[in-house]
């Protein structure tokens, strides 16, 4: 006899639970955007964004005769609206390879092994798109931002690194009043740290073994610490090309989150002072309900996110000045 409630809810269903656990777990290894901009929970796909700026710091007179009333701080969103963007990408399975693993558990791991490329292919995309707007200078205040040129680039043995990074903290500082704990740069930039002659005589008398973040983090003062920019992406020619490039990013994000996937842990709070922000919507990502389709024979099952980058930490003109982009550091 069938089950009318259990065929109605799948009728209903939108979305498989089976793969949307399996896209909300998946872990973006090498990705640098859950760490730049962790991930907001919204229950709606736009409203108001809430940004910061200097004036949470002001000193306020709260002194208080008996019987007058009590000062009263009201909570303000920014006047900047978010609108999340959505991403989706169908995972595909062969009827023949479907035949072929019918047998037990199989099954699974084949959706799963569909499910995953897929969810390769959104966070590949979603990590250019992250990239490219913290890359692009004309965010930033104008203080904010610089390209390195002659004695300053880190390839000079003759640079200062540490001088340089102290300066552009004192410029985050005088934007927003805090001092940036974390740094994101690319591979090449990394290696041209760690070959450093600076960098060598700092560590020579405390390590013997390789050099690793840490190291760079602890150098720059950095607690949250740091990030190597790893994804590469195919250029106008067809060959691989450092995603990143040769930049260094330095900014301030909540000490307690440093996402390690595409859907960290712990969710962030959006009242809470930083750089950048993932607005995402709740319980997304999510994978859809397995089909057939006749003309093809193959499974498809949908991958969908809904999610928009904000760059929250506004400076004195409303520009980002909750952090310091450096370009061409090599």
Not at 152 to 173: C, G, H, M, T, Y
Not at 235 to 264: C, I, K, W
Not at 269 to 297: K, S
Request: net charge negative.
């Amino acid at each position: 006899m069938t089950n009318v409630n259990a065929a109605t809810q799948a009728s209903l269903r939108v979305n498989d639970p089976i793969i949307t656990q399996i896209v909300q777990g998946y872990v973006q290894a090498d990705g640098i955007a859950p760490f730049i901009a962790p991930v907001v929970p919204v229950s709606t796909r736009s409203g108001k964004v809430i940004t910061f700026g200097k004036e949470q710091f002001a000193v306020l007179n709260l002194s208080r005769a008996p019987g007058t009333n009590i000062q009263r701080l009201g909570t303000e969103f920014g006047t900047r609206s978010y609108f999340l963007e959505q991403d989706a990408i169908g995972a595909e399975v062969a009827e023949e390879q479907y035949q072929e693993a019918m047998n037990g558990a199989a099954r699974l791991d084949i959706r799963k092994f569909a499910v995953t490329r897929a969810m390769v292919a959104a966070t590949q995309s979603w990590e250019n798109r992250v990239v490219s707007a913290i890359t692009d200078a004309t965010a930033y205040e104008t203080t904010n931002t610089a390209a390195l040129v002659g004695t300053n680039k880190f390839s000079d043995p003759d640079s200062d690194p540490e001088q340089l990074v102290q300066d552009w903290q004192e410029a985050i500082r005088a934007q927003v009043g805090v001092y940036a704990n974390s740094a994101v740069m690319g591979p090449k930039v990394f290696n041209a740290l760690r070959r450093h002659p600076l960098f060598r005589d700092r560590i020579k008398y405390t390590s013997s073994g390789s050099v690793n973040l840490e190291m760079i983090a602890a150098w720059f003062d950095l607690p949250r610490g740091v990030r190597v920019a790893k994804r590469v992406k195919l250029g106008a020619n067809q060959e691989l090309v450092d995603m990143f490039g040769n930049d260094f990013l330095l900014f301030y994000s909540p000490e307690g989150d440093v996402g390690t996937g595409f859907r960290p842990l712990g969710y962030s709070d959006a009242a809470t002072p930083a750089f950048a922000y993932t607005y995402a919507l709740a319980q997304y990502p999510i994978g859809g309900v397995e089909r057939f389709d006749d003309d093809r024979r193959v499974y498809v099952s949908d991958v969908i996110t809904e999610q928009s980058l904000q760059m929250v930490g506004q400076g004195t003109t409303g520009k980002v000045g909750a952090a310091y982009l450096a370009k061409n550091c090599i």
